[in-house]
């Protein structure tokens, strides 16, 4: 199966984009969902997120707090590792089941830090979603009501924009309108389409 690697900065438009790719039919796969099922009370990698860092990472009501999470492994690398050794191999091997649980011509696997992380192996082919930051930092800011200090922090964490073009065998540029999106998915839809004859 051809797997299409979704992937953007925070607010460049992954979900937007996936969702019209979802529209034609193609399946997607949304790696933070799988990585939000992963951490549910009672599943394994919870129990051991626990373990690794405390008792302050649940909720009393048995959840993980999120919030305290991602301020002990936010821009502290070690910390960080030892939660992506938790959770990747487990989200492959999710993906993996989904993928070979679907039947379509190729599947789109939306993986936001799919070049931070290193996980460019679990794709055929990297789509990019760019725009630049100021937008970025605009949409997110409009979306989410966060702070744009807050935004900035997350975006410097995050690859810059040069290193993922670098990487990407497809670039949607979308710093236009919305309505300028579709025509660019149908265009790699067709792409994809044929890609995937050769697959087969
Ligand atoms: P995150 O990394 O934070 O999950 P994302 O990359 O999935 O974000 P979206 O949620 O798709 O990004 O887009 C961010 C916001 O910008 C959304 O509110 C979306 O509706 C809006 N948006 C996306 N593309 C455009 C566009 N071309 N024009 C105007 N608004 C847009």
Known sequence: MLVIGLTGGIGSGKSTVAELFRKRKIPIIDTDILARELVRPGQPALNEIIQTFGDTVIHKNGELDRQTLARLTFQNESARKKLEAILHPKIRQLMTEQINSVSAPYVIA????????????????????????????????????????????????????????????DIIENQGELSDLDAKIEKLHQKYLLMSQDET
Do not use: F, W, Y
């Open 110 to 169: 939306v993986i936001p830090l799919l070049i931070e992380a290193g996980q460019t192996d679990l794709v055929n082919h990297i789509l990019l979603v760019d725009c630049p930051e100021e937008i970025q930092i605009h949409r997110v800011k409009q979306r989410d009501n966060r702070d744009e200090q807050q935004i900035r922090e997350i975006l410097n964490a995050q690859a810059s924009r040069q290193t993922k073009i670098a990487m990407a065998d």
